[in-house]
T-cell receptor
Framework: EAQVTQNPRYLITVTGKKLTVTCSQNMNHEYMSWYRQDPGLGLRQIYYSMNVEVTDKGDVPEGYKVSRKEKRNFPLILESPSPNQTSLYFC?????????????FGNGTRLTVT | ELKVEQNPLFLSMQEGKNYTIYCNYSTTSDRLYWYRQDPGKSLESLFVLLSNGAVKQEGRLMASLDTKARLSTLHITAAVHDLSATYFCAVVYSGGSNYKLTFGKGTLLTVNP
């Protein structure tokens, strides 16, 4: 089944404890992206990648890191999480690097930083 | 910086009525997407609009794109309760060789019996 898989679905952590949210897609998509969703703010892009080893900042990259060493994986790393990073996170992928086809979204990761 | 504005942000409708959601964006783009999100769920793609004048229809929903006006509309015909959800438009911005996708804040649609 074609899908974008995020893990974990729920995560509670403490300020400053490094964490990684994994994202994997099995559709051979070139474009991958991370979003955070906050009430009243919609979805905001954190980072995106148009292909392997190519990543770029979205609108809210501060406090986050990503890497794209393989086509299928695009992990999101929070080196020192803070409470303002409490949010619902979505990973998504698209067939072409130029986003000429719709994004397929993962099921989301709800992160709470205390 | 690309800005995407949706109107209205909240919409309460009666079943059987028609209404339109608007999506305005601030810079040139020829790619726009509409997504639906049910409470507690992920986003589901509804429409892909890739050129000026594009019109797509699926059931009671119809989406259109006017790239000159930088405007897309999502029209709801004879609403039913199952259409209750949050609807997002998303616009692709091409800055040289980079392709960012910016979402509107979403329209929470409630269809009442």
């Amino acid at each position: 089944e074609a899908q974008v898989t995020q893990n974990p679905r729920y995560l509670i952590t403490v300020t400053g404890k490094k964490l990684t949210v994994t994202c994997s897609q099995n559709m051979n998509h070139e474009y991958m992206s991370w979003y955070r969703q906050d009430p009243g703010l919609g979805l905001r892009q954190i980072y995106y990648s148009m292909n392997v080893e190519v990543t770029d900042k979205g609108d809210v990259p501060e406090g986050y890191k990503v890497s794209r060493k393989e086509k299928r994986n695009f992990p999101l790393i929070l080196e020192s999480p803070s409470p303002n990073q409490t949010s619902l996170y979505f990973c998504a992928s698209s067939l072409g690097g130029t986003v000429n086809s719709p994004l397929h979204f993962g099921n989301g990761t709800r992160l709470t930083v205390t | 910086e690309l800005k995407v504005e949706q109107n209205p942000l909240f919409l309460s409708m009666q079943e059987g009525k028609n209404y339109t959601i608007y999506c305005n964006y601030s810079t040139t783009s020829d790619r726009l997407y509409w997504y639906r999100q049910d409470p507690g769920k992920s986003l589901e793609s509804l429409f892909v609009l890739l050129s000026n004048g594009a019109v797509k229809q699926e059931g009671r929903l119809m989406a259109s794109l006017d790239t000159k006006a930088r405007l897309s509309t999502l029209h709801i015909t004879a609403a039913v309760h199952d259409l209750s959800a949050t609807y997002f438009c998303a616009v692709v911005y091409s800055g040289g060789s980079n392709y960012k996708l910016t979402f509107g804040k979403g329209t929470l649609l409630t269809v009442n019996p």
